[in-house]
């Protein structure tokens, strides 16, 4: 039986640039299409009444933009920040910018479509809608991440 569905709707595309960073001991990924800039821990202003993982907004050239904490968004405890604590500013097609913490960033790696795929559909693998696919490395397993959901979603 045929999957009539097209062949790369839940991956990334061929030879995707990938930037990996970890969250309590775990590596994720982002395709870099959404990495504006890398920028280290800085104040950010509490705005009240907001959802408890958007830890607040900080100023980038006179632009507001929001704050994500990743371990709150995946019920992860949170730890304090430390030097290598930072904020990656993802940017959507629409000029939206948005930050996330992470406890650090990692690499860039060129991935290979023959590295990625499909999470499992099992609901105790995948009870993380945010992880998009797989990546299959030498180094082991990475879970590439859904930006759009990670960032948009309620």
């Known amino acids: 039986m045929e999957n009539s569905e097209p062949a790369n709707k839940n991956y990334a595309a061929d030879d995707s640039e990938v930037l990996f960073f970890s969250i309590d001991g775990t590596i994720y990924g982002i395709e870099i299409k959404y990495v504006n800039e890398i920028i280290g821990i800085e104040q950010i202003t509490v705005v009240p009444k907001i959802p408890e993982h958007i830890k607040g907004v900080i100023n980038i050239r006179g632009k507001v ?89 309620n």
């Open 65 to 153: 933009v929001p704050v994500i904490s990743v371990r709150k968004r995946f019920g992860i405890e949170e730890i304090p920040y430390d030097d290598r604590t930072c904020i990656i500013v993802l940017e959507f097609e629409d000029g939206e910018q948005v930050g996330i913490i992470v406890d650090r960033v990692r690499e860039v790696i060129v991935v290979s479509r023959s590295e990625i795929s499909k999470t499992p559909d099992a609901k105790s693998v995948n009870s993380n809608h945010y992880i998009k696919s797989i990546v299959n490395l030498e180094s082991g397993v990475r879970l590439l991440l859904d930006c759009e959901k990670l960032v948009r979603d």
